[in-house]
């Protein structure tokens, strides 16, 4: 029975660092088209959960003063309807001008929608690209296209649950900071210190099941 056991354990396959990153870099430098997605798909983890892991929570919730600029901005009467209603105004006063700033107003919006689209389409070409070279199957710009397009909603999601799930946690693990003050600095030191050693793993975690998540989608 024992020598059944070796011998299955040598059969099993051994994980190796050494080898994943030695064919990440064979994908890279053989596939230079997936330079394209990679510069896109980027964006998706640019102040992510690593960056609010690292992002100052003091900073935050106590230089900024979180709440009570929201509590500000809620007393200032801001709504859509003064924004329509000072649209109104221009649109009398000035027409062209204020067509002309709609007009670019609503460029810039399409133009914002659209480099989201391609931060998600290529985050899922480069997992189902990666995937087929790794099978040694043929790829192109247009299969990972198709593929982001084909799996879009599901990984934005997958994405929007767990950064949404990761800023409750942010706001959570910094309420004390908040109601400490910020006279108390020797104490905020010591709680930040012990607020980052938990979120820090949490973040991690957060960050590896929306990878995975959106790898099986």
């Not at 983890?45 to 690593?50: D, P, S, V």
């Not at 809620?74 to 709504?79: I, P, T, V």
Request: proline share 3%.
């Amino acid at each position: 029975m024992i020598g059944a056991f070796n011998q299955k354990a040598r059969r099993k396959p051994m994980f190796s660092y050494r080898k994943i990153l030695k064919n990440s870099a064979g994908v890279v430098l053989k596939h230079k088209y997936l330079w394209f997605f990679g510069l896109f798909a980027t964006f998706l983890n640019i102040n992510g959960h690593y960056g609010m892991a690292f992002g100052k929570l003091e900073e935050g919730f106590l230089k900024s003063n979180f709440f009570v600029s929201f509590l500000g901005i809620l007393n200032s009467g801001f709504s859509l309807k003064n924004v329509f209603a000072n649209f109104g105004v221009a649109f009398r006063a000035d027409p062209m001008t204020a067509f002309s700033s709609l007009v670019f107003l609503l460029i810039i919006f399409v133009l914002f929608l659209f480099f989201v689209w391609m931060v998600f389409v290529s985050e899922i070409a480069l997992i189902k690209n990666s995937a087929l070279i790794i099978k040694n199957k043929k790829t192109s710009i247009k299969e990972g296209v198709n593929a982001g397009m084909a799996h879009f909603w599901p990984v934005v999601g997958v994405n929007l649950i767990g950064k949404t799930f990761a800023c409750f946690l942010v706001v959570f693990v910094g309420l004390p900071l908040f109601f400490i003050g910020p006279e108390s600095s020797m104490a905020i030191s010591i709680l930040y210190f012990i607020l980052f050693i938990i979120f820090l793993p949490i973040a991690l975690i957060i960050n590896f099941i929306i990878k995975y998540a959106s790898a099986y989608i």
